[in-house]
Nanobody, 123 residues
Protein backbone atom coordinates (compact mmCIF):
# COMPACT_ATOMS: atom_id res chain seq x y z
CA UNK A 1 0.00 0.00 0.00
CA UNK A 2 1.31 3.45 -0.94
CA UNK A 3 -0.16 6.72 0.30
CA UNK A 4 0.69 9.96 -1.48
CA UNK A 5 0.39 13.54 -0.25
CA UNK A 6 1.13 16.47 -2.56
CA UNK A 7 2.17 19.96 -1.50
CA UNK A 8 3.73 23.08 -2.96
CA UNK A 9 0.95 24.38 -5.16
CA UNK A 10 -0.10 28.01 -5.18
CA UNK A 11 -0.56 31.16 -7.21
CA UNK A 12 2.31 32.37 -9.36
CA UNK A 13 2.72 34.86 -12.18
CA UNK A 14 3.49 33.74 -15.69
CA UNK A 15 7.20 33.08 -16.08
CA UNK A 16 7.56 32.11 -12.44
CA UNK A 17 8.46 28.80 -10.82
CA UNK A 18 7.00 26.36 -8.33
CA UNK A 19 8.21 23.07 -6.91
CA UNK A 20 5.64 20.44 -6.09
CA UNK A 21 6.40 17.69 -3.62
CA UNK A 22 4.78 14.31 -3.21
CA UNK A 23 5.49 12.50 0.04
CA UNK A 24 4.93 8.78 -0.11
CA UNK A 25 4.37 6.39 2.75
CA UNK A 26 4.70 2.67 2.37
CA UNK A 27 7.68 0.39 2.44
CA UNK A 28 7.57 -0.39 -1.27
CA UNK A 29 7.86 3.17 -2.53
CA UNK A 30 11.15 2.45 -4.26
CA UNK A 31 9.56 -0.28 -6.36
CA UNK A 32 7.03 2.08 -7.94
CA UNK A 33 7.42 4.32 -10.92
CA UNK A 34 6.06 7.77 -10.11
CA UNK A 35 4.12 10.14 -12.28
CA UNK A 36 2.62 13.62 -12.23
CA UNK A 37 -0.68 14.38 -13.90
CA UNK A 38 -2.83 17.48 -14.04
CA UNK A 39 -6.46 18.30 -14.59
CA UNK A 40 -7.80 21.68 -15.60
CA UNK A 41 -11.48 22.59 -15.14
CA UNK A 42 -13.63 20.91 -17.75
CA UNK A 43 -10.75 18.84 -19.11
CA UNK A 44 -9.57 15.30 -18.71
CA UNK A 45 -6.66 14.43 -16.48
CA UNK A 46 -3.48 14.49 -18.53
CA UNK A 47 0.03 13.15 -18.21
CA UNK A 48 2.76 15.60 -17.22
CA UNK A 49 5.88 13.64 -16.24
CA UNK A 50 7.04 10.25 -14.96
CA UNK A 51 10.14 8.68 -13.50
CA UNK A 52 11.18 5.02 -13.61
CA UNK A 53 11.87 3.37 -10.30
CA UNK A 54 15.35 2.31 -11.38
CA UNK A 55 17.82 4.21 -13.43
CA UNK A 56 17.47 7.81 -14.48
CA UNK A 57 14.82 7.52 -17.18
CA UNK A 58 12.23 10.25 -17.19
CA UNK A 59 9.30 11.03 -19.46
CA UNK A 60 7.55 14.31 -20.19
CA UNK A 61 4.57 15.60 -22.03
CA UNK A 62 5.56 17.73 -25.00
CA UNK A 63 3.81 20.71 -23.46
CA UNK A 64 6.16 20.77 -20.45
CA UNK A 65 9.37 19.41 -21.92
CA UNK A 66 12.28 21.72 -21.18
CA UNK A 67 10.34 23.57 -18.46
CA UNK A 68 9.43 20.88 -15.91
CA UNK A 69 11.72 18.39 -14.19
CA UNK A 70 10.71 15.32 -12.23
CA UNK A 71 13.04 13.97 -9.59
CA UNK A 72 12.84 11.66 -6.61
CA UNK A 73 14.59 11.28 -3.29
CA UNK A 74 14.46 7.67 -2.15
CA UNK A 75 15.81 8.51 1.30
CA UNK A 76 12.94 10.96 1.87
CA UNK A 77 10.32 8.91 0.00
CA UNK A 78 9.51 12.03 -1.97
CA UNK A 79 9.07 12.86 -5.62
CA UNK A 80 9.31 16.43 -6.90
CA UNK A 81 8.11 18.35 -9.90
CA UNK A 82 10.14 21.49 -10.54
CA UNK A 83 8.11 23.79 -12.77
CA UNK A 84 9.82 26.72 -14.44
CA UNK A 85 8.67 29.29 -17.01
CA UNK A 86 5.08 28.68 -16.00
CA UNK A 87 2.29 29.65 -18.35
CA UNK A 88 -1.38 30.36 -17.70
CA UNK A 89 -2.23 27.13 -19.52
CA UNK A 90 -0.35 25.22 -16.81
CA UNK A 91 -3.13 26.13 -14.39
CA UNK A 92 -4.64 22.89 -13.04
CA UNK A 93 -4.85 20.57 -10.10
CA UNK A 94 -1.67 18.53 -10.07
CA UNK A 95 -1.68 14.93 -8.88
CA UNK A 96 1.13 12.53 -8.18
CA UNK A 97 0.61 8.85 -8.73
CA UNK A 98 2.41 5.55 -8.35
CA UNK A 99 2.41 2.55 -10.64
CA UNK A 100 4.02 -0.90 -10.80
CA UNK A 101 3.50 -1.57 -14.50
CA UNK A 102 1.84 -0.45 -17.69
CA UNK A 103 2.15 2.74 -19.65
CA UNK A 104 3.83 5.70 -18.00
CA UNK A 105 1.46 8.01 -19.86
CA UNK A 106 -1.93 6.52 -19.04
CA UNK A 107 -3.94 7.26 -15.90
CA UNK A 108 -5.32 3.72 -15.84
CA UNK A 109 -1.85 2.28 -15.28
CA UNK A 110 -1.45 4.04 -11.94
CA UNK A 111 -2.49 2.26 -8.78
CA UNK A 112 -2.29 5.04 -6.19
CA UNK A 113 -3.11 8.75 -6.34
CA UNK A 114 -2.65 11.74 -4.12
CA UNK A 115 -5.39 14.24 -3.35
CA UNK A 116 -3.99 16.90 -5.67
CA UNK A 117 -2.59 20.40 -5.24
CA UNK A 118 -3.83 23.50 -7.07
CA UNK A 119 -1.46 25.45 -9.31
CA UNK A 120 -2.72 28.76 -10.66
CA UNK A 121 -0.65 30.80 -13.10
CA UNK A 122 -1.78 34.38 -13.68
CA UNK A 123 -1.05 36.27 -16.88
Amino acid sequence: QVQLVESGGGLVQAGGSLRLSCAASGRTFSSYAMGWFRQAPGKEREFVAASRWTGGSTYYADSVKGRFTISRDYAKNTVYLQMNSLKPEDTAVYYCAARKGGSYYSTIAYDYWGQGTQVTVSS
